[in-house]
């Protein structure tokens, strides 16, 4: 709890954040650009819960212990797609959206 | 009496078919051939066993044949109606397994020496044995739908024979019209059978041929276009007879399948496959005898009639032997058919049904020895023509003297079996059908002046000089040749009426002396025409083929009948039938069914663009989706 901050306002703010990150992945022309947008959407993800969780529900944990949750597997997956990057870039030596479009059918 | 090994002779040659059919590059020729034959060797041991046992042991009951059945369940329709597997035995089957045995076991022999070097060896004994099987099965068939499927097999064997020579275009082309057009007559069989089944509940011979059952008594209470039902049925059965027996119109196969190995020919179209309508039509006698006062009987007599008449006279202008032998046993078929149509039921009465099987049985010997002959004298001179043949008699004395001795015997020249067996027909058609009867003896004579013809053309005639001097044929092709000529001499002495009646009871044949005189005159006269025309070589033949002008050149080309069906199937049911249901078939159910795929494809083509492979346009595709649901969920929640 954050005094002379309601709730309203930490979720406008979040919104933002998700928007921006939402923005960022579909506009941005490098891989890992689209990766750290990726973690925005999250990070606002995140923060909703807790926010939530303190301001909805004080005596309770769950919001919490799902935001820690959620940077895990964040980590994990921000893992797997830098190394599925790192492979592309091998085979096609670019990191470029418009250069992976020879996956398709 | 205990028949169950009956059932061991025909599944001898299946089991030879099966080894050698398997094995057929593994076996050495000469193996294939000594295994044939052992095979076949025990079944006729066993076919002379069952024959003995039936005849003189255990078959006659109160001086009445007994029909033995053993049979299994097969299928099962209905509580009434099932098809059953199993054997029959009764006169006529067992009459039926000596002469298949015997002609098949000469045939038999005779090819070892007869395919002797040929690639095929092991194949072609292979399918002897398969069509072995098959007679014997057919023979032994307890019931219509059993022997309709050994009918379809030996028409099978048949096929596979014909058609041996397969990198011959002719006889491929001659397999596949004997199938064809056998195949079409067995329509009307299969249509008959299951008209039987509908309308009687039965396909048992047993029970469809009692003279009390309810089949022959109830024909009355059904009719259709004026004729009972059952009647349809006995005719649409036989033309599937028809058909296999090479009955007028159905006869064109026939000649063409001269094409296959000539022992083959002397087997399957002489001795056996081809009687097997006859022997269909004596199983159903008592049907065809009784149902509507024998309506459909006398459709098989004047039919077989016919038949003779037309088959002998274009045997007499052919110049291939085989083709002139082909049309002699359709010319003897028709008598065959003739005499079960004549004959009458009770006692001496069944005359015309015993002079059928004794015909049929002396026939298969002496059109089989011909046979045997004509490929004997076809291997040393290589050609199927009259005109390459010629004063072969200094060369083969055993071929010379074995062909005389059946020549004769289809003449009917006393005492040989042909002699007796063709008397009995002629009583029949005298006692029964004038017309038939004159029919029956102006057939004997023109059979004896073809029979000649061809016997003095071939070992008599011109001295034709020979590139290669023909030679006599090995022992294993004279032994067969030996062997029947000896059974056409003596069979004429069974007293066959005595084993084989229609009420199975026999009776007291008697020779017809005035008959027998008149139908020997008329043989010799044939015989002597035959001599003045080609004993030696001269132009009294010619000048009477001019003589008859056109009347000659219909008969040369057999009254044009593979012209007429050619016209019919080709410009007739091709084009109005046929080839409007290809276009019905090609237009519209294939184009349904092509345009549906072809329409998938393209518009699959089209959205397929949609797949850009941009990661991001997923993305704006996914949350646009997401928004848009979004918002509509939000409207219905909110009102």
Known sequence: MIAGISIYEILTVTSILFFIGVYGFLTRKNLISILMSIELILNASIINFVVINKYLYPDMLQGVVFSIFIIAVAAAETALAVAIIINLYRQIASVEVKDTEIMKY | MDITYTILIPLIPLAVFLLLGIFSQKIKPAVSGLIGVVGLSTSTLLSFYTAYQYFFVHGKINGVYQAIVQKTTWMNFTDNLHIDMGVLIDPISVMMLIVVSIVSLMVHIYSIGYMKGDDGFTRFFSFLSLFSFSMFGLVLATNLFQIYIFWELVGVSSYLLIGYYYTIPSAVSAGKKAFIVTRFADLGFLIGILIIGYYTGTYDFETLNNPEGAAILNWTSTSFMGLSVLTWALILIFIGGAGKSAMFPLHIWLPDAMEGPTPVSALIHAATMVVAGVYLVARLFPMYYFVEDGFALNIVAYVGGFSSLFAAIIAITQTDIKRVLAFSTMSQLGYMMMALGVSGYNGHEGVGYMASMFHLFTHAMFKALLFLGAGSVIHAVHSNYLKDMGGLRKYMPITNATFLIAALAISGVFPLSGFWSKDEILVAAFEHNML????????AGLTAFYMFRIYFGIFWGKDTQYKHAPHESPLSMTIPLIVLALITIFSGFIHFSEFIAPDRIGFEAHLNYPLAA?????????????????????????????????FYKWTYNKFYFDEIYLFVTKKIIFNLIAAPIAKFDKKIVDATMEGIGNKTVVISKRIKGMQSGKVQDYAFSFIAGTVILAIVFIYLWTN
Do not use: H, M, P, W
Request: aromatic share 18%; no cysteine; net charge neutral.
């Open chain 2, 436 to 443: 038939l009867y004159v029919v029956g003896v102006f057939v």
């Open chain 2, 518 to 550: 008149i139908a020997t005159a008329v043989g010799l006269t044939g015989i002597v025409l035959s001599y003045i025309f080609y004993k030696k070589e001269n132009d009294l033949a010619d000048k009477f083929a001019n003589a008859f002008g056109v």
